[in-house]
């Protein structure tokens, strides 16, 4: 056999081998691994959609009514934020299930704290928007929670049941939807059966139109736009949330949802976010702007991680804004939009902002009466 025919035979075999385990290299990779929420658990029992290779990012972005649109790279979140220890990326390291639950733990501590000081209301401090026999509007104060929890902390459902009670004789089935602690507004609650059946079907249909007025850090150039980022589970700041990303739920390979939970493991949550600029203020000299919110998917903490994400979080936001709890920027390196609130503007408005509470109020909400079918419609004023 001559050189030149050796060397080919050679390079053909070499080829043919490498081919070969490039096969088997997908095989194995699509037989453990797959997306959430049945995901990361690397045994054949659990296998469910194979994972494709290479794996595509999500589609995310900014839409706004210039047509502008933005994609974003997530490494490593800033670290110049005091956390930044803890803020690595999921590339470099994943993280065990031991971490996330301590995590998790000291976290819960932290919440079960502030639960305790949620203030209890009277009748007569109970500012009632709509009465009738089946419903009742309430216009939440901040500082508030909607429901006692286990610990039985005072709480809006308690003190609405005791000033005026319900065909089921339990606050807890007067209660259809909450707002956050720090949130104040809008909220429904159901004083009969029917009602409440029929209000539990109006807001799973998504029926029930709400809005909210809220003051974020820094000034949106835009009049009005569209954030469409998809949210997770953080695993890195449990139980909060933040925009998944490809590398994101990559570290989530290797978890159980024995061990961990299955909420950490569900798959990303499409979330749709609408804004309106409604003016452009000051906070003692630093600019912030006044938007309208409108969650159109719902998820958990969905206005407060979207603000953060394009770089505008919600003013004295002491979770998902500057050295707040989560991850900055709703976990990307940094907001998405170019008018992004600089780390030094944000610094100083929660500075100015203190200890005061946020600046995010229901401040409508419309739906068909649950019994009468009446279209109903509220507005509440923003205190901030």
Not at 95 to 106: F, G, M, P, Q, Y
Not at 151 to 172: H, I, M
């Amino acid at each position: 056999m001559s050189p030149s025919n050796a060397n080919t035979n050679a390079n053909t075999n070499a080829i043919i081998i490498q081919f070969s385990l490039l096969i088997c290299s997908l095989f194995c990779i699509n037989a453990f691994t797959t997306y959430p929420s049945g995901i990361h658990r690397g045994r054949w029992a659990q296998v469910t959609t194979p994972l494709p290779l290479p794996l595509p990012l999500p589609s995310f972005g900014i839409s706004h009514s210039c047509s502008y649109s933005s994609s974003t790279s997530t490494s490593t979140p800033c670290s110049s934020n005091s956390k930044s220890s803890l803020r690595m990326s999921a590339v470099e390291k994943s993280v065990t299930a031991e971490e996330i639950n301590s995590r998790l733990e000291a976290q819960l501590l932290k919440l079960k704290a502030k639960d305790a000081t949620s203030i209890a209301l009277s009748k007569e401090d109970l500012k009632i928007i709509h009465e009738d026999e089946h419903i009742i509007v309430v216009d939440k104060p901040a500082g508030v929670l909607c429901v006692p929890g286990k610990e039985n902390n005072p709480s809006l459902s308690q003190a609405v049941f005791d000033a005026y009670g319900s065909e089921s004789g339990r606050a807890d089935k007067m209660v259809v939807h909450r707002l956050g602690m720090d949130t104040s507004g809008l909220i429904v609650f159901a004083r009969t059966d029917k009602a409440l059946k029929g209000m539990n079907t109006l807001f799973r249909t998504r029926k029930v139109t709400r809005s909210y007025e809220a003051l974020v850090c820094g000034t949106i150039e835009d009049s009005e736009g569209s954030i469409n980022l998809p949210l997770m589970r953080d695993y890195e700041f449990p139980p909060y949330m933040r925009v998944s990303t490809d590398e994101h739920q990559r570290a989530l390979i290797g978890l159980d949802v024995e061990d961990v939970g299955k909420k950490l493991l569900e798959r990303p949550k499409e979330s749709l976010t609408k804004y309106e600029v409604v003016g452009k203020e000051e906070l003692e000299g630093n600019a912030v702007t006044r938007v309208k919110l409108s969650s159109v998917s719902g998820r958990t903490h969905q206005l407060n991680v979207h603000c953060a994400a394009i770089g505008h979080p919600i003013v004295g936001d002491k979770v998902y804004g500057i050295n707040g709890e989560a991850a900055a920027n709703g976990g990307l390196e940094e907001g998405t939009l170019s008018s992004r609130a600089s780390t030094e503007a944000q610094e100083s408005i929660a500075s100015a902002i203190g200890d005061k509470s946020m600046c995010v109020h229901a401040n409508t909400i419309s739906f068909e009466h649950p019994v009468t079918g009446e279209k109903l419609s509220f507005e509440s004023g923003a205190p901030f």
